[in-house]
């Protein structure tokens, strides 16, 4: 007798809706009142199957779409939310997420979402893969064209607005005023993309869900008693003198311990300071902070950053915790010290050449991604002067250092604002 070929166990589930509906009916009012959603919901089935494509304001904007529609979405996610255990089991068993790893081929991804449009079910993708830091688009990866291409079918552009300024990635103190609202920007179907290629594909979704914070309308004030608190995290030079992690956030107010400078950070998202013409808004100053911190390093070889913090290893499914360590991070490389001593090692150090990269979880957690080990996470206090926005931000300046190792400083090519950050 031949051996019968396993059949393939499905993705799309009956269960995945009614789980929607029940945490709809627990939460969904909770959900909405809390980030000030006040609009009715949108029906999405008219377009199923479908991929939907949005910008990223905000770390729950799935649970935000999902209440908005009302059905469920099958979200591309990180390989860091299947990493915790029993938590991470019920959230498969309940919303199956698709995982997307550093170590997992993109062929493994695509497989699990045409899987899933074959099942009937829509397929939900945050294409900058980072929450805004600073109001504006974040950077894109070119493979969305292809996909959409490979599917054929409905490309439905969602936009968020009101997100960011509600409740920006920096910010320690979350009360204030709220106004987040959700559209379906664009909707096309296979017959209105069949002749375009990747790239005009890519451009057309960017074009559709750059949504500056700054110029949304209509526009609302977004009051609160301590707005300012936090904004050291994205700004980490002074925007006057430039002075690296002087900066205090207190209520509204944004102030230098290097030049006595107090700026104030209004209703609106901008920052006001005695010294300019007119305020700036976080995209403009965030450009200015990366290029100005990044003169300060390549002009201060023996340029250290360090910040302590919860140490934790990432496996596939299950996480490993180490307690406290504190990570600097120069030319010579990434250090760890763990506070107790370890039965494997007191410190842990990693070349720049052995680290890939670094990225933010939601908003304290750096995540370190070694080219040859364990994923790893330091969670930050909140009280920390330093950030793990800034730690990605040194580690891009010092790899470009390093590849020019016996340039002078003035002789160094410079990375351009769009390089830089997220």
Not at 361 to 372: A, D, F, S
Request: charged share 25%; proline share 5%; hydrophobic share 35%.
């Amino acid at each position: 007798m031949r051996n019968r070929k396993p059949k393939k166990q499905r993705i799309v589930k009956k269960r995945h809706q009614r789980y929607v509906n029940l945490a709809n009916f627990l939460l969904g009012r909770l959900i909405r009142r809390s980030y000030g959603v006040k609009q009715a919901k949108i029906d999405i089935k008219q377009y199923e199957p479908c991929l939907i494509v949005s910008n990223h304001i905000l770390t729950f904007d799935p649970i935000l779409m999902t209440s908005i529609f009302g059905h469920q979405i099958y979200y591309v996610a990180s390989e860091l939310i299947f990493s915790l255990g029993w938590k991470s089991r019920l959230l498969t068993h309940c919303f199956a997420p698709i995982p997307k790893t550093k170590s997992m081929a993109d062929v493994t991804t695509v497989k699990n979402i045409m899987q899933i449009v074959k099942e009937g079910g829509s397929v939900g993708v945050y294409v900058e893969g980072n929450a805004t830091m600073t109001g504006g688009l974040s950077s894109m990866p070119a493979a969305i064209g292809k996909l959409v291409l490979r599917l054929k079918i409905p490309l439905v552009i969602f936009n968020f607005e009101g997100g960011y300024l509600s409740l920006p990635r920096w910010a320690t103190y979350t009360k204030r005023e709220k106004h987040v609202r959700g559209k379906i920007r664009k909707v096309l179907y296979y017959e209105d993309y069949k002749d375009m290629t990747a790239d005009e594909i890519n451009e057309l979704i960017i074009e559709n869900i750059n949504i500056n914070a700054y110029e949304e309308s209509p526009q609302y004030t977004y009051r609160g008693k301590r707005n300012a608190e936090g904004l050291h995290r994205l700004l980490f030079t002074c925007p006057i003198c430039h002075g690296v992690n002087t900066a205090k956030t207190a209520y509204n107010n944004y102030s230098c311990a290097k030049c006595g400078e107090i700026l104030t950070y209004d209703e609106h998202g901008y920052l006001h300071s005695t010294k300019w013409d007119k305020p700036k808004n976080l995209i403009e100053l965030d450009k200015a902070n990366n290029l100005a911190y990044q003169e300060h390093i390549i002009n201060n070889p023996n340029f250290s950053v360090s910040v302590p913090g919860n140490f934790t290893e990432v496996f596939r499914k299950r996480r490993k915790h180490f307690g406290p360590a504190t990570l600097t991070l120069s030319r010579d490389g990434l250090t760890i010290k763990f506070k107790r001593k370890m039965k494997r090692h007191v410190t842990q150090h990693f070349t720049i050449d052995e680290l890939d990269t670094m990225a933010m979880q939601q908003k304290e957690v750096l995540v370190i991604y070694p080219r040859h080990e364990q994923t790893k996470m330091l969670k930050i206090p909140k009280t920390e002067i330093v950030s793990s926005y800034q730690f990605v931000v040194t580690l891009q300046i010092l790899k470009n250092i390093l590849q020019y190792p016996d340039a002078k400083p003035d002789e160094v090519p410079r990375l351009s604002a769009q390089d830089l950050g997220l």
